[in-house]
């Protein structure tokens, strides 16, 4: 059965600091793979995609996650966190039979001073 | 602005009364469904819609219903609410074509039931 899995369920970076959340799917066909934040008692926004092509992808907000086919997972990627950037952030790998998006549970992402 | 609208924001009701959350987009997505999303559980699809009176079942739709009557409206029903479904809801539209499977959410529902 296709999962999402974020190993992570609470990450602590100190403001300025790299981040790299981690997510690994199970699918047996090419994914269609997504990463959206969630701010607090917001709705979800799309933070970038992968559907073919290129496998490093630039999304928003300084963003980039990079799809590795071998080790299926698709990690997102920040050089230097900004205080706005605590939220909730969510894999999701999306099926083609039946557009389904299939969720991981959520990394809740906070930064330090 | 290209949106997808839930009502209520919150909503607060008592085991049994039947309610309805009203979902509207302005895309002319074909494709739309209903979330719920639980602490540790990320979101699961509760039922979807590929296109006007074409509903089926995602994968927790116990004691829910749904409509499309029109294109732009997908409202989730609960007939005869309980408590365990105190959850925070999100409906989604998608454009249908091939490999585009991105999904454009509302602001979310939250309800809880006493």
């Known amino acids: 059965a296709q999962s999402v899995t974020q190993p992570d369920i609470h990450i602590t970076v100190s403001e300025g600091a790299s981040l790299e959340l981690r997510c690994n799917y199970s699918y047996g066909a090419t994914p269609y793979l997504f990463w959206y934040v969630q701010s607090p008692g917001q709705g979800l926004q799309l933070l970038l995609k992968y559907f073919s092509g290129d496998t490093l992808v630039q999304g928003i907000k300084g963003f980039e996650a990079e799809f590795k086919r071998s080790q299926s997972s698709f990690n997102l990627r920040k050089p230097s966190v900004h205080w706005s950037d605590a939220a909730e952030y969510f894999c999701?790998?999306?099926?083609?039979?039946?557009?389904?998006?299939?969720w991981g549970a959520g990394t809740k992402l906070i930064i330090k001073p | 602005e290209a949106q997808v609208t839930q009502n209520p924001r919150y909503l607060i009701t008592v085991t049994g009364k039947k309610l309805t959350v009203t979902c509207s987009q302005n895309m002319n997505h074909e494709y739309m469904s209903w979330y719920r999303q639980d602490p540790g559980l990320g979101l699961r699809q509760i039922y979807y819609?590929?296109?006007?009176?074409?509903?089926d079942k995602g994968d927790v739709p116990e004691g829910y219903k749904v409509s499309r009557k029109e294109k732009r409206n997908f409202p989730l029903i609960l007939e005869s609410p309980s408590p365990n479904q105190t959850s925070l809801y999100f409906c989604?539209?998608?454009?249908?074509?091939?490999?585009?499977?991105?999904?454009?959410f509302g602001q979310g529902t939250r309800l809880t039931v006493v």
């Open positions: 819609s590929m296109n006007v009176e074409v509903t």
């Open positions: 999701a790998v999306g099926m083609d039979s039946n557009y389904q998006l299939i």
């Open positions: 989604a539209s998608t454009p249908l074509g091939s490999g585009n499977t991105e999904a454009f």
